[in-house]
């Protein structure tokens, strides 16, 4: 743990005199110019001060930060990218070569005083290093570093830059120290590190963060928790539509009148007069590349036994409802076997041997009192967690045309194209035409990294293609 970093690259020049200007702009005349330059460099402490303890924090968002962060773990990764407000950069999984990276040992802590630490310390150390070993040994055999990623540990250091206001980094410092980051040592020493450069930069929104009082305690759960931790072969998850907005082609078309200046009772009437009105309107929303009117209807998925890898790319995507279970409780619900390692009898050998020997760890640190905080870096990327994303439809556009693409990894492309079918079938008038970015734009985006599959896509839609059982395109 003591080799992970923790810095702020760089920041908005004197971030102090933009939010203090910003703090004058809605009371005082003159213009944004004239009140930037008349705001002192000196002096104006008190005013952000005053501003910010009235509730007024939006002020801090016009200075902006980029921290690295190095040899962290990729349970932190996750941690961090759960903040939505901030731009993430992260080494590739699918690209880069993780065999030499590493992994973190957390100062592990007992239930018990007198376990004997160092002798879990010395088992722990053997597994990464097998696990890491098997890794190489994957890709060795020509195993994609995308299916040999799946043996890698929560533990396994990962390289990060971000990019926060300092409204979203005052969050982030105040949920690592003080809310529900403080129970995991590496997130709240990272929070602590943070805090210290940020309070020299920017004193008047950082200072004293450390000892604010805010410290609430976290709830214990008092119902019976379901996922004991059991570890099976896991199939790629059944996706299911909860619930989602009745009548969404209708909806759409109807807010697609009211932004002509239509109310809601003369828009359904005009629907209900005209039948094809409602298609040429969704059409016209489609053809708008501001199409708000697509952000009124709502879809809620279940999507069970993701991967822990699978999970970060469902995390990229800021605008949803994203309900994640505590990794300390729910991560190890299974394991994804993936079919390129089935196929091949040596790959399938080492695979379930270091998935064996996983659990065999994952045993002794329950017989020795492992605290639950600590066990997740004992967790491997293939290992399942149930999780629920609720997005609008124009988020659900999006999310589909990256991740249905075949060039997609293959996890989170099952995944999309299950959500897509079952919002075929609830809202075809809306849904039919999304997809891939060749299906929408009728040609491939990746230029020369195409995966000269358009025919494919188009084999994969044609059950919806057909105007017998579709209300839309």
């Not at 008349?38 to 952000?48: A, W």
């Not at 005052?170 to 690592?176: A, D, G, K, M, Q």
Request: include cysteine; hydrophobic fraction near 40%; proline fraction near 4%.
């Amino acid at each position: 743990m003591e080799k992970a970093k923790a810095l702020i690259l760089t920041h908005t020049p004197e971030p102090e005199r933009i939010c203090a200007a910003s703090a004058r702009i809605s009371t005082k005349e003159g213009s944004a110019t004239t009140i930037y330059e008349e705001t002192s460099r000196e002096n104006i402490g008190g005013l952000i001060r005053n501003v910010m303890g009235l509730g007024h924090r939006s002020i801090a968002e016009h200075a902006v930060f980029t921290l690295a962060f190095e040899d962290v773990s990729v349970f932190f990764e996750q941690y961090l990218i759960e903040f939505r407000l901030a731009a993430y950069t992260v080494k590739s999984r699918r690209y880069v070569d993780y065999a030499g990276m590493g992994w973190m040992r957390p100062d592990f802590r007992f239930e018990s005083a007198g376990t004997d630490k160092g002798a879990f310390i010395a088992s722990y150390d053997r597994q990464m290093k097998k696990l890491f070993d098997a890794y190489a040994r994957l890709t060795s055999l020509d195993i994609a570093k995308e299916d040999a990623r799946f043996l890698l540990p929560c533990s396994f250091r990962s390289h990060i830059y971000c990019t926060m206001n300092a409204r979203e980094l005052l969050y982030f410092i105040r949920t690592s120290i003080h809310g529900r980051g403080r129970i995991y040592p590496e997130i709240l020493n990272l929070g602590k590190k943070i805090l210290v450069q940020a309070e020299e930069i920017f004193p008047d929104v950082f200072q004293g963060l450390d000892k604010d009082g805010f410290t609430p305690e976290l709830p214990e759960k008092a119902f019976v928790m379901a996922g004991s931790g059991k570890t099976v072969k896991a199939v790629l998850p059944e996706v299911r539509l909860l619930w989602g907005s009745e009548d969404g082609e209708k909806k759409v078309a109807i807010s697609a009148l009211m932004s002509e200046g239509w109310g809601p009772e003369e828009a359904s009437e005009m629907l209900d007069g005209e039948v094809s009105l409602q298609k040429k309107l969704i059409e016209a929303v489609m053809a708008d590349p501001r199409p708000r009117e697509l952000e009124q209807v709502n879809y809620t998925f279940h999507i069970p036994g993701i991967s822990l890898a699978g999970l970060t790319h469902m995390t990229r995507h800021r605008i949803q409802g994203l309900v994640v279970p505590d990794f300390s409780r729910f991560g190890r619900q299974g394991m994804i076997l993936p079919e390129s390692v089935s196929l091949n009898s040596e790959a399938l050998a080492v695979y379930r041997d270091a998935v064996e020997s996983s659990d065999a760890l994952w045993n002794m640190a329950l017989g020795m009192g492992l605290v639950p905080e600590d066990r997740v870096y004992l967790l491997l990327a293939g290992n399942t967690i149930d999780i629920f994303s609720t997005m609008n439809a124009r988020q659900l556009y999006h999310f589909l045309r990256l991740r249905t693409c075949f060039r997609a990894q293959w996890e989170i492309r099952d995944i999309a194209w299950k959500m897509r079918d079952l919002l075929v079938k609830k809202a075809p008038g809306l849904f039919r035409a999304s997809g891939p970015g060749c299906l929408r734009d009728g040609k491939c985006p990746e230029g020369r990294m195409s995966c000269g599959r358009m025919p494919e896509v188009k084999a994969r839609i044609a059950p919806y293609n057909s105007d017998d059982d579709v209300s839309g395109f």
